[in-house]
């Protein structure tokens, strides 16, 4: 039996996104690579093959991060066979099978400062450097923590110029709604009247359009920020000002209900372990309250 085929069919009905499928798909490929290799025979899964594949990844110095998304994979491969009949049993119980990260070496979301944020802002103002739509990608994603694959999606029609709300579609086709600032909405009008109205894909349903396509790329996006990212002193990437947005709304007190709301994640978990940003300097502001 092709499991492959009918676990990305199930995914997809699921709701899934092409990459979330595309990412279990090549986490559970590998599992049955390790297990033929292994000649642990044609059970699909078993709580002994599991163990076995997970030491075999400690064993290899995995990242710890990489193995816990591998044992994510593996479950929800997992709850499929269990749907399907395929096993009887649940294998993998996530609080129990995970790597626990060491005490001392939580992870520190990266995220702009304060002071860096308005040095990128500073940088992109220059008309000589930066095109107007460069600038509106800047503010577009800093300031709705959109992901660059959802930025590049977002159609002129996604967009209500009265109410200033973007219709933003996510993973699994989940759909959400943003406030468009005052100052952003300027910015999408300005574009859309000037340089994009003067674009040959003008009548593109896209927001963002490039020189040479009516949609532009995501690809297009990371390489102009890398490009700039020695002049402006920073590393810039798209995914950074996601992090910042959610990270500066947090540090200012908005509720992280709201926070995980903006950034579309399915659980608050998700945003405080993957969005919130605790450094040396956050901790001893906080113990010097005392």
Same mark, same amino acid.
């Given at each position: 039996?092709?499991?492959?085929?009918?676990?990305?069919?199930?995914?997809?009905?699921? /709701? $899934?996104? +092409?990459?979330?499928?595309?990412?279990?798909?090549?986490?559970?490929?590998?599992?049955?690579?390790?297990?033929?290799?292994?000649? *642990?025979?044609? @059970?699909?899964?078993?709580?002994?093959?599991?163990?076995?594949? $997970?030491?075999?990844?400690? !064993? *290899?110095?995995?990242?710890?991060?990489?193995?816990?998304?591998?044992?994510?994979?593996?479950?929800?491969?997992? !709850?499929?066979?269990?749907?399907? /009949?395929?096993?009887?049993?649940?294998?993998?119980?996530?609080?129990?099978?995970?790597?626990?990260?060491?005490?001392?070496?939580?992870?520190?979301?990266?995220?702009?400062? !304060?002071?860096?944020?308005? %040095?990128?802002?500073?940088?992109?103002?220059?008309? %000589?450097?930066?095109?107007? &739509?460069?600038?509106?990608?800047?503010?577009?994603?800093?300031?709705?923590?959109?992901?660059?694959?959802?930025?590049?999606?977002?159609?002129?029609?996604?967009?209500?110029?009265?109410?200033?709300?973007?219709?933003? &579609?996510?993973?699994?086709?989940?759909?959400?709604?943003?406030?468009?600032?005052?100052?952003?909405?300027?910015?999408?009008?300005?574009?859309?009247?000037?340089?994009? @109205?003067?674009?040959?894909?003008?009548?593109?349903?896209?927001?963002?359009?490039?020189?040479?396509? +009516?949609?532009?790329? &995501?690809?297009?996006?990371? !390489?102009?920020?890398?490009?700039?990212?020695?002049?402006?002193?920073? $590393?810039?990437?798209?995914?950074?000002? %996601? %992090?910042?947005?959610?990270?500066?709304?947090?540090?200012?007190?908005?509720?992280?209900?709201?926070?995980?709301?903006?950034?579309?994640?399915?659980?608050?978990?998700?945003?405080?372990?993957?969005?919130?940003?605790?450094?040396?300097?956050?901790?001893?502001?906080?113990?010097?309250?005392?």
């Amino acid at each position: 039996m092709d499991y492959l085929e009918s676990f990305s069919q199930w995914l997809m009905e699921d /709701g $899934k996104s +092409p990459k979330t499928i595309e990412s279990y798909c090549n986490d559970v490929k590998k599992f049955r690579l390790y297990l033929a290799e292994d000649g *642990a025979g044609e @059970q699909p899964l078993s709580r002994f093959s599991f163990v076995r594949y $997970k030491q075999h990844l400690l !064993d *290899a110095a995995f990242k710890v991060s990489t193995i816990n998304k591998k044992v994510n994979s593996l479950k929800v491969y997992n !709850d499929y066979l269990e749907s399907k /009949g395929l096993v009887d049993d649940n294998y993998i119980q996530l609080r129990k099978d995970r790597v626990p990260i060491a005490l001392g070496s939580e992870q520190v979301v990266e995220a702009l400062t !304060d002071a860096e944020v308005e %040095r990128v802002l500073a940088y992109i103002e220059d008309e %000589r450097k930066v095109s107007i &739509r460069n600038r509106l990608i800047v503010h577009l994603l800093l300031y709705t923590a959109v992901r660059v694959s959802e930025l590049v999606s977002i159609k002129v029609t996604d967009i209500d110029f009265i109410e200033h709300i973007l219709i933003v &579609r996510g993973k699994g086709g989940k759909v959400r709604e943003i406030v468009i600032r005052k100052d952003l909405m300027m910015r999408i009008h300005h574009y859309l009247q000037g340089e994009r @109205q003067a674009s040959k894909f003008h009548e593109s349903p896209y927001l963002l359009v490039s020189q040479r396509s +009516p949609k532009m790329h &995501r690809g297009a996006v990371r !390489d102009w920020l890398a490009r700039i990212s020695e002049d402006v002193g920073i $590393k810039l990437h798209p995914h950074l000002f %996601r %992090r910042t947005c959610a990270t500066l709304l947090l540090r200012r007190g908005v509720p992280i209900v709201t926070v995980s709301k903006i950034l579309g994640h399915h659980s608050v978990d998700m945003t405080s372990k993957i969005y919130i940003q605790t450094s040396r300097k956050d901790k001893q502001d906080a113990l010097d309250l005392l």
